[in-house]
């Protein structure tokens, strides 16, 4: 059983030994391990019943960092100078000599990195002193956790040594990422904590959002259900129907309705850190089914929007 604990150096001695670390940053809760250790990056998809197909982010502290373990052109430089540390992914080509374990990339030839913004995870990577391969601590297709007792109380606690605990992510969904295709332009592989809008300011062009077959955007692993309660979700819900919690957004919610509003101001990223905990809520109260106000297309509404498809759709087809 993991042990909850504040000590970032205590956290990495169990990366070093080749054990499970679950740890903050400011998107979602990250399970860790070495990610040059092919046995602990084997134990991270054992624990999370995570198809060995889908390839792992490996976190870095920083552009310096991550340029020894993946190969970043102008477009990839300029997007990790703007928003690195923080809640953007990259998906570059692997250095030829990059350590990382090749189960950790699923065999492919490219490697998706990120540069936390969360001190915690700063802390725990300069103690570690190496990358760290780490897929939300959900297990595969669940919620994502946005809060160290989240993960205490998920079976994965069981199989992770210590939860190093950074209190409330804030962010609270995963980070953007953007990966590259044949011709090296920009391509939105899963929306995230960095609004396309920024993105497509930063590189001065429009960005295209990659789709999988069933119109979702598209990493190897994004299968259409994930991020799902045990709660069955009716989207773009007005008011609740009888029996049904309401999760609201924005001042015109109809007020007195059993249920949360993720943002009374109407603030997208107000509503993206409040997104999974209150989901998780409104799920605990044993409802059964939960209906959900129509959010704008907006900032980080997009990656909501993402979420809760997923959320709402067919189960069976999962991914971690
Ligand atoms: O905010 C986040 O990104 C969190 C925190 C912990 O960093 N991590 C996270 O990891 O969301 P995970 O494993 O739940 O989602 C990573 C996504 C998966 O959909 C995977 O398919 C995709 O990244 N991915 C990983 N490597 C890739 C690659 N080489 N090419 C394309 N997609 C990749
Ligand atoms: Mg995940």
Partial sequence: MARISTNAGEAA????????????????????????????????????????????????????????????????QRLAEAFWPGPLTLVVRRMEDCPVSLLASAGLDTLAIRAPAHDVAQE????????????????????????????????LAEEVDIILDGGECAVGVESTIVGFDESGAPVILRPGGVAREDIEKTLGMAVRQATGASGAPS????????????????LNARAPEEGEMFLAFGPDAPKGMPGLNLSVSGDPREAAANLFAFLRILDDTGAGRIAVAPVPEEGLGEAINDRLRRAAAPRGEEEG
């Fill in 124 to 155: 725990l990577l300069r103690a570690f002193g190496g990358a760290i391969a780490a897929p939300s601590a959900n297990i595969s297709g669940r919620l994502s956790p946005t809060e160290a007792e989240h993960v205490a109380e998920s079976p």
């Fill in 219 to 234: 990493s190897p692993g994004q299968l259409s259900s994930h991020y799902a309660p045990r709660a069955r979700l009716r």
């Fill in 13 to 76: 001695d169990v990366l070093k030994a080749g054990g499970l670390v679950a740890f903050p940053t400011e998107t979602v809760y990250g399970l860790g391990a070495d990610a040059a250790n092919d046995k602990a990056v084997a134990a991270i998809f054992a624990a999370k019943r995570r198809p060995r197909f889908n390839p792992l982010i490996a976190h870095v502290t920083g552009l310096e960092e991550a340029r020894s373990l993946g190969r970043f052109d102008a477009a990839a």
